[in-house]
């Protein structure tokens, strides 16, 4: 098992090479740490921050010399202890020409724009594996980037393994892009504890949880998703569910006409073509082969559509996620992106039908959102791979004793007998001693894993221990 490193001391090396833009090597960096490390932990040290990409290392053995990024610089740590790295507040994501031409344009004054339809040439255009919104750079970097150690693994593992950040990271991310005022310790509590911050709005926390429950449906099902109408559509129902006006519009294709506030964009209307559109899309973004390239179809040509009444770009950016489970590469998070700029982004395919400042906004942002989860699993060590093979089945036996309100005597005769109909024997004894020991650590604040309210969960309690 890995030697899990105390983030503090991680952040100490990260200081001291920061203040040396030019880099420092391993001896200068012993010398400037008060209190350094025996060399071989301060190799091991170095070693594990290249590996997550928050040092540069130019050269190598006793001369090479190790820097931090250059678009990167050292702030505060996020309310888990865990490192987040961030641009300077001028220029928080690096833009090409293109992209500021792109941003110059869509802030201008709406009556000064040109009025934009729904253009089917924009995605009759892009031929799957031909066509490129990133380029080849890009797609290597991206990928050099996103790697994990369990690529050939089952589809889904790696995220699993950072399945609990990963749900409040881009449950708070993607609702802060679309101006929900939730925290991101408010996001924590709603998704471990299930409570809702006082005096905010309520669509804001069915908000936050419908995104829970989409990416959850994302990672549990990783072996079975993909750019078709089954996932699309559940994923939709899931992000709108008791969000809409129509109680039957989560899940069904658009039948009426929509606007675009502060765009003079409007969408495609007649809804026979945006069924064949979206067909039309989905054939597409399935056919490309290279998973960052369709994670930015996604993020490009979903929102472009407005295939649903509404939670179009919600959507999207779950469904960028989708080649990127399926892939084990790092999730996609959109860890600081500000929405403005996303908006402005989005605005410029609407309107222009150009991508690069999208490409500006997704290159960068994945490449911050990898380096987080690098660091998430660096400070977690390795998980139990018992634990994450029955990982379905652990949850479904205790969420139905919690729901069921069994005593302890009670709950140890389902355990056998469930474990005995689902489980294979050489597996038995392992997995009932895993559903008991979960059981003895159950609290109030790591119940809501297992899908039951406060409510049953506090019954629960009641019986358990009587």
């Known amino acids: 098992m890995a030697r899990r490193i105390r983030e503090e001391d991680l952040r100490a090396i990260e200081e001291v090479v920061g203040q040396r833009p030019d880099g420092m090597t391993t001896s200068g960096i012993m010398d400037a740490l008060q209190a350094g490390p025996p060399r071989r932990t301060l190799q091991y040290r170095l070693k594990a921050l290249f590996d997550a990409k928050r040092l540069i290392r130019d050269g190598s053995g006793r001369w090479a010399r190790y820097r931090l990024p250059k678009d990167v610089s050292l702030s505060t740590q996020t309310d888990a202890g865990l490192p987040r790295v961030t641009t300077p507040l001028t220029t928080p994501i690096p833009l090409s020409k293109s992209g500021k031409e792109i941003r110059d ?3 201008r004054p709406v009556v000064a724009r040109e009025p934009a339809g729904y253009d089917r040439n924009f995605l009759d255009r892009y031929l799957s594996n031909v066509t490129f919104y990133l380029s080849e750079m890009e797609r290597v970097g991206l990928n050099e980037y996103g790697e994990t150690e369990i690529v050939r693994q089952p589809a889904g ?5 950072v399945l609990n950040r990963l749900l409040i990271d881009l449950s708070w991310n993607s609702s802060r892009l679309e101006g929900n005022t939730y925290s991101l310790l408010d996001t924590k509590r709603l998704i471990e504890l299930g409570e809702e911050a006082e005096g905010k709005d309520r669509r804001e926390a069915q908000m936050i949880l419908n995104h829970k429950e989409a990416i959850e449906i994302l990672i549990d099902g990783a072996e079975g998703i993909g750019f078709n109408r089954h996932t699309i559509l559940n994923l939709h129902a899931a992000l709108a569910d008791n969000l809409l006006p129509d109680p039957e519009a989560p899940g069904r294709l658009r039948r009426a006409s929509v606007g675009i506030e502060g765009s003079v964009f409007h969408p495609l209307e007649i ?4 069924e064949e559109c979206f067909d039309r899309t989905l054939t597409k973004a399935s056919q490309i082969e290279n998973p960052f390239e369709q994670a930015m179809f996604a993020l490009v040509q979903l929102p472009y559509l407005q295939p649903f009444d509404d939670v179009n770009k919600r959507v ?9 489970i399926r ?5 996609l998070s959109f860890e600081e ?5 996303y908006t402005e982004a989005i605005l410029g395919v609407y309107e222009l039908n150009r991508t690069e400042l999208l490409r500006d906004v997704f290159v960068w942002a994945y490449r911050r959102s990898a380096a987080r989860y690098a660091a998430v699993r660096m400070s977690l060590g390795e998980p139990d791979p018992f634990r994450m093979i029955h990982r379905t089945a652990i949850r479904q036996l205790i969420g139905e004793i919690i729901r069921a309100g069994l005593d302890n005597t009670t709950a140890i005769t389902h355990i056998g007998a469930w474990t005995a109909k689902h489980i294979e024997d050489a597996d038995g004894a392992r997995f009932r001693e895993v559903v008991e020991r979960e059981l003895l650590s159950l609290h109030e604040g790591n119940f809501s894993r297992y899908r039951v309210t406060p409510s049953e969960f506090a019954a629960w309690q009641s019986v358990w221990g009587a």
């Open 157 to 161: 593992t790696y995220a699993k393994r």
């Open 271 to 274: 809804p026979h073509l945006i």
């Open 316 to 324: 999207s950016r779950l469904a960028a996620n989708i080649p990127l």
């Open 327 to 331: 892939a084990n590469l790092s999730p």
């Open 337 to 341: 992106v500000p929405r403005e700029l």
């Open 105 to 107: 344009y869509v802030r």
